[in-house]
């Protein structure tokens, strides 16, 4: 996953890029913290990727965000930082 930059009151998007067989779950945190699916934040997945999109950001929301993506077979991560900038 990429980290990303945004202005706020910008969206925000990260991929998580893990597939596997059987199709993986996908969790979502922010800071270590459960996200769930919100007007905010919201989570869609393919049989690719699974997509989190951050509408309206809020400096607040600024920091790491973590994927797992999990299956029978194995349990995995990947995380990459946001950064909500008041200078644009």
């Known amino acids: 996953m990429e980290n990303a930059a945004v202005c706020v009151g910008h969206t925000a998007y990260f991929l998580c890029d893990i597939n ?3 199709l993986p779950d996908y969790e979502w945190f922010h800071d270590g913290m459960t996200l769930n699916n919100t007007t ?3 989570m869609r997945r393919n049989s690719k990727y699974s997509r989190l999109r951050i509408i309206n950001t809020k400096t607040t929301d600024s920091g790491e965000y ?3 993506a999990f299956n029978a077979a194995a349990v995995l991560t990947t995380s990459g930082r946001l ?3 008041t200078d644009c």
């Open 40 to 42: 905010r934040f919201n």
């Open 66 to 68: 973590t994927c797992k």
């Open 20 to 22: 596997g067989d059987p």
């Open 83 to 85: 950064r909500v900038t």
